[in-house]
């Protein structure tokens, strides 16, 4: 092998990846590809015979290598000890020649070994091409491999094949709509095709090569054509849905220089970017992107139980249930039982059966929707013909948001309501959401259903609800409006919903009902993680939305719909009880027609003696007479009786500095208890921040005499979790220091820095815009901070606040994915609110202190 020939192999190559950031055609770029690399080993093994057959696996025998995948080779050989000197020696050449081959060596014998001991190689085996050697061994080894497939093997290796699928998708996900997919492994990914592959040809007995220059999934889906095994629409579907997705695998390797395939934000931009010269380059191109995982996912789906029934015992005829002169259930399959055509009010009707029975669709109809589905063209008599059934869909006891899903998945709810057409596939940029906007969105409605059966206050107000089918079209229209304006959406998707309402026929009591749910459906969540839920003008304030209790626990329905779909982080115990407080609270105030601080106040009569209790230190009098030093109402609703008389035992003991560990729920709640001082909070907050943790609420007390009782709810900043008890020693040391004036905290946040510049690197460096709202109220200026999080954003804003002169008398922290949205309520030194005249001064110094921050 000459130097020359292997400089000529390497310069193609590299030509070639250039070309491949242009070469829209991904299956061509990979069959290049493939060939080459063929080529070229067929070139360093020479013309010498060998009496083994080396082969391609994996995607180069598919002939679908991307850039940097791994190549894959099998040396198959009836005789080891004959083979293994010259195995030997050509996979050295290979290497040497710059083909980084990943090599197995198989014998005869391990047909039967891996059938039995391990599956997963075992069909690998189906996935390889003859490239050189012995052809004979070859040919003897394909015949011996699917002599071996019995009947019985077949059903055993389909059902693995099956599992694989289930536990690929517990640990990607089962939707091919996520917002940063594994371009492999996700639903509707590449690895969903190819599993379908595999089944095919365990079933056909044959492999999927012939002796064109094509590749496998090109093979594949002309073979689906030919044997009718689907329509030529979704081949052409199929074809042109694989290439977009292998496109952007192809993209990733030669813009990482390296084999990746999670799609993440900052390259679906970049290759946005590429394709789209356009402000709305993005949402389009991951709108195609999505439709494309989704043509792959209902084709997996769609066969995975087509092979199922080939394998299951037919049922008899007589089981047939006849569902009308159109459809027949058979167990739990709906088929198309006559000749006549269907239309979209036909489909409709199908998809009611769908939900009523718990059914699905055979091939058969599944193709036929799909075909007339691409066939509609919108028209207002349509939907009045299809409303009918909709509507009942929306009133089904179970398996409305399975039905939702399963219309959206074959393009149903996008030709029967075109709004919704719009939010298909629709991203938000960002990683609070998780998912695309219509599979929130049904996710929403499935979470509602979940509750029907589960025992919590939520499910009880949920089972007492009647109309259930306008929680799910407020549901269906909370973010319809996100494609037109995410700002906003919910004014604009109010109108929208009660438009489309109007078309379908509702009445307008009706109508008033979903929009006053679509147009509120944020309100619940923003007063409660940003505002003090024991704060009199903030419940007078939430309260006076509602005219009736119904319009109160739909709204709260709504509230834990939306978040609960977002991502799997985002609902947690502490979001659940401050919904459950707010709404308790206010509740409570329209049940007995009084205000929040009647309210309040009715809560807030303390008996000294059931405090002094908890301690024989206490006397009444010494409750009585800390109780009085607060100015808050809010006090004695935040903490315990128990907890208030800790905090009067540990200032009668007169330490500089007192703190109370606490768990509860998912997060550590930390007392603090000084006399207070300029800039205390902020090195509270440094202290949390250089202890890797969380803060998630601070609330401030301060007595008469200048003592401070401040308490902050904190996770781990690693695990989520509860602080690990051996840590506090360690925070308490730290504050104990930091309030002493031992501890130079800026020193330690560049130390921390330091020692998390990769994880700042990857959350806290996402470009953003900077907002800063101003709320009034009664008592407080209360400060809206919007920003994209940063390393010791917390410590940053609130060392600020008091060069600024303002005390923080309340602060609510929430992060947002990787978004910042923090409320203060602050006064000036003097207990004052913030003059307007302040507002932008206050403003800009507080943005220009944020983007201060490395």
């Known amino acids: 092998m000459t130097e020359n020939k292997k400089q000529i192999f390497l310069n193609t190559k590299s030509k070639l990846f250039k070309q491949g950031l242009h070469q829209k055609d991904s299956l061509k770029f990979s069959l290049e590809y493939s060939l080459l690399v063929e080529d070229f080993i067929r070139t360093i093994a020479g013309k010498k015979r060998y009496n083994f057959s080396l082969t391609s696996a994996g995607s180069f025998s598919r002939r679908e290598l991307s850039p940097y995948s791994d190549i894959d080779i099998i040396f198959i050989t009836d005789s080891l000890s004959e083979s293994e000197k010259d195995i030997t020696n050509l996979v050295q050449q290979f290497w040497d020649n710059g083909i980084e081959v990943s090599h197995t060596v198989r014998i005869f014998s391990d047909i039967k070994k891996y059938l039995r001991d391990d599956l997963h190689v075992f069909t690998q085996f189906f996935e390889t091409r003859h490239l050189l050697g012995s052809k004979q061994v070859y040919e003897d080894w394909k015949e011996k491999l699917f002599k071996v497939i019995t009947i019985k093997v077949k059903i055993k290796l389909l059902n693995e094949l099956f599992n694989d699928i289930e536990e690929r998708y517990k640990k990607y996900g089962d939707s091919p709509k996520v917002l940063e997919p594994n371009i492999k492994t996700s639903a509707g990914g590449l690895r969903d095709f190819q599993t379908v592959e595999w089944m095919y040809i365990l079933f056909t007995k044959s492999m999927l090569h012939n002796q064109k220059e094509l590749t496998q999934a090109e093979i594949f889906i002309d073979q689906l054509n030919k044997n009718k095994l689907t329509t030529p629409q979704e081949c052409k579907r199929l074809v042109e849905s694989y290439k977009l997705v292998l496109f952007v695998r192809n993209i990733l390797h030669l813009i990482e220089n390296q084999k990746t395939d999670r799609f993440e934000f900052r390259y679906q931009k970049k290759i946005a970017k590429r394709l789209y010269n356009n402000p709305k380059a993005l949402s389009q191109f991951m709108q195609e992107y999505f439709r494309a995982t989704n043509v792959i996912y209902r084709f997996t789906k769609s066969m995975r139980k087509k092979f199922g029934e080939e394998i299951s015992n037919p049922l008899p005829e007589a089981l047939n249930i006849i569902l009308d002169e159109q459809f027949v259930l058979k167990w739990k399959t709906i088929s198309h039982n006559s000749d006549s055509e269907l239309d979209l009010s036909d489909v409709m009707r199908a998809f009611y059966y769908r939900g009523l029975h718990t059914a699905h669709f055979d091939e058969s109809l599944r193709s036929e929707i799909v075909e ?276 009067i035992v540990e200032i009668e003991k007169g330490s500089n500095l007192s703190v109370l560990f606490n768990n509860i729920s998912d997060f550590t709640n930390i007392t603090i208890i000084t006399k207070d001082f300029p800039a205390l909070l902020s090195k509270l907050c440094g202290v949390m921040l250089i202890n890797d943790l969380n803060i998630h609420d601070a609330k401030i007390f301060t007595r008469k005499d200048g003592i401070v009782i401040d308490t902050f709810n904190v996770s781990d900043f690693r695990t989520k979790e509860k602080i690990n008890e051996d840590k506090y020693s360690t925070i308490e040391n730290n504050l104990n220091n930091v309030i002493s004036g031992f501890l130079k905290l800026d020193q330690e946040i560049e130390k921390l820095k330091t020692k998390w510049w990769r994880i700042e690197k990857k959350f806290f460096r996402r470009s953003g815009k900077i907002q800063i709202d101003f709320e009034k109220h009664d008592k407080y200026t209360i400060l809206d901070i919007f920003s994209p999080d940063r390393l010791g954003f917390l410590f940053q804003v609130t060392n600020k606040m008091n060069e600024l002169g303002l005390m923080i008398y309340f602060a609510k922290i929430s992060t947002r994915g990787d978004d910042i949205v923090d409320s203060f309520y602050v006064l000036d030194r003097e207990g004052k609110k913030v003059s307007l005249n302040d507002y932008e001064f206050v403003k800009s110094e507080l943005i220009s202190s944020i983007e201060e921050i490395n």
């Open 372 to 647: 007339i589905v691409e066939e509609t063209v919108y028209k207002t008599e349509t939907e009045n013909e299809s409303s009918v059934f909709f509507r009942e869909i929306l009133k089904l006891p179970k398996n409305v948001g399975h039905t939702l899903s399963a219309m959206n998945e074959l393009g149903v709810l996008g030709a029967f309501m075109p709004e919704f057409k719009d939010v298909t596939g629709f991203m938000q940029h960002g990683v609070y959401h998780c998912y695309t906007t219509d599979e929130h969105t049904i996710m929403t409605i499935k979470n509602l259903e979940k509750l029907k059966d589960s025992n919590t206050s939520l499910s009880n107000i949920y089972n007492s609800i009647k109309d259930k089918d306008i929680l799910y079209l407020a549901m269906l229209f909370h973010d319809i409006a996100k494609s037109i304006n995410i700002a906003g959406h919910e004014i604009i998707g109010a109108e929208m919903g009660a438009s489309i309402m109007q078309r379908l026929g509702y009445e307008d009591d009706e109508i008033d009902k979903v929009a006053f749910l679509v147009k509120n459906h944020l309100l619940m969540e923003q007063v409660a993680f940003r505002r003090n839920l024991n704060d009199a003008e903030t419940l007078d304030k939430f309260g006076s939305n509602f005219n009736t209790f119904e319009e109160l626990e739909m709204l709260y329905l709504v509230t834990y719909a939306d978040l609960s779909a977002v991502n799997s982080v985002v609902w947690t115990s502490w979001k659940s009880d401050l919904l459950t407080e707010l709404f308790s609270k206010v509740k409570a105030m329209l049940e007995q027609k009084i205000s929040g601080e009647e309210f309040l106040i009715s809560k807030t009569y303390v008996i000294p003696k059931d405090i002094s209790k908890f301690s024989p230190e206490l006397t009444e009098s010494n409750v009585q007479d800390h109780i009085e030093s607060i100015n808050d109402i809010g006090y004695t609703h935040h903490f315990s009786e128990e907890e208030i008389a800790k905090h």
